[in-house]
């Protein structure tokens, strides 16, 4: 592992059910990403991409092997110090956005360190940069059922990079969208990534989302090919 390693997965296998009804998900899959890097995770469906993304991030624990992000092997975290890392360093988006339908664009994009207990007051500035990258602040007193799903999800993504994390891990962020708001999402992505220098690995079908990005690693049958 070279010291530019922001992400390293070690052998990891993971399986679903128990006893007589056991799936197995992950095979001693491997492999790492760069700091700075943007990587396409693709695969068939149901070869484990999303079991793979969830673990990375630290949403699901129960795994063998080992997976460190930022030189830190996160299963051997406390829960709380998991949670913390979790929130400072990576910012995650889905397929579907997750808004809080009774808040405004701005009033979402917030809540995550709203929660965590700071002002909105402290974070006005941050605010107003990440709605300019975003190309949101016309909208930012919109509700989200007055936006198209492009600019949902751009909301979303607003949301995920508000706190400034090191790591976007994507699950099919354009999977929900027409081409040309998937196009536009692209394209964002690929700004954060040059002008911020934020890392993103991304689960994605599309060929022409994959050609955004400056690698692909392929899974087949939970093993990395
Ligand atoms: N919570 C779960 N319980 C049981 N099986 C699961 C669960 N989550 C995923 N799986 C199974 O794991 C396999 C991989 O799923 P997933 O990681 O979602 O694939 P992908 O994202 O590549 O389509 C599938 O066969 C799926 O049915
Ligand atoms: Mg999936």
Same mark, same amino acid.
Not at 119 to 148: C, F, H, N, V, W
Not at 178 to 185: K, Y
């Given at each position: 592992?070279?010291?530019?390693?922001?992400?390293?997965?070690?052998?990891?296998?993971?399986?679903?059910?128990?006893?007589?009804?056991?799936?197995?998900?992950?095979?001693?899959?491997?492999?790492?990403?760069? *700091? /700075?890097?943007?990587?396409?995770?693709?695969?068939?469906?149901?070869?484990?991409?999303?079991?793979?993304?969830?673990?990375? /991030?630290?949403?699901? !624990?129960? +795994?063998?092997?080992?997976?460190?992000? &930022?030189?830190?092997?996160?299963? !051997?975290?406390?829960?709380?110090?998991?949670?913390? +890392?979790?929130?400072?360093?990576?910012? +995650?988006?889905?397929?579907?956005?997750?808004?809080?339908?009774?808040?405004?664009?701005?009033?979402?994009?917030?809540?995550?360190?709203?929660?965590? /207990? =700071? =002002?909105?007051?402290?974070?006005?500035?941050?605010?107003?940069?990440?709605? *300019?990258?975003?190309?949101?602040?016309?909208?930012? =007193?919109?509700?989200?059922?007055?936006?198209? /799903?492009?600019? $949902?999800? !751009?909301?979303?993504?607003?949301? &995920?990079?508000?706190?400034?994390?090191?790591?976007?891990?994507?699950?099919?962020?354009?999977?929900?969208?027409?081409?040309?708001?998937?196009?536009?999402?692209?394209?964002? +992505?690929?700004?954060?990534?040059?002008?911020?220098?934020?890392?993103?690995? $991304?689960?994605?079908?599309?060929?022409?989302? &994959?050609?955004?990005?400056? !690698?692909?690693?392929?899974?087949?049958?939970?093993?990395? &090919?």
């Amino acid at each position: 592992m070279s010291n530019n390693t922001i992400i390293e997965v070690k052998n990891v296998n993971k399986s679903f059910g128990k006893k007589d009804n056991v799936t197995k998900v992950l095979n001693d899959a491997s492999f790492s990403v760069e *700091r /700075g890097e943007f990587v396409s995770l693709m695969g068939a469906s149901g070869s484990g991409k999303s079991t793979l993304l969830y673990l990375i /991030g630290g949403l699901d !624990r129960e +795994f063998e092997g080992s997976i460190s992000l &930022a030189g830190e092997e996160i299963n !051997r975290m406390k829960e709380k110090k998991l949670s913390k +890392f979790r929130l400072d360093k990576i910012g +995650f988006v889905f397929q579907f956005y997750n808004l809080v339908q009774n808040l405004n664009v701005e009033d979402n994009i917030l809540l995550p360190l709203t929660v965590k /207990g =700071k =002002k909105k007051s402290e974070l006005k500035k941050e605010l107003d940069e990440i709605l *300019r990258l975003t190309g949101l602040t016309e909208k930012r =007193k919109a509700m989200p059922s007055q936006l198209s /799903g492009g600019q $949902q999800q !751009r909301v979303a993504i607003a949301r &995920a990079i508000l706190g400034n994390p090191e790591i976007i891990l994507a699950d099919e962020a354009t999977g929900n969208l027409d081409s040309v708001s998937g196009t536009e999402i692209m394209e964002l +992505f690929k700004k954060l990534n040059d002008e911020k220098g934020i890392t993103i690995l $991304q689960v994605t079908h599309s060929e022409k989302c &994959a050609s955004y990005s400056s !690698r692909i690693v392929k899974i087949e049958n939970g093993h990395i &090919a």
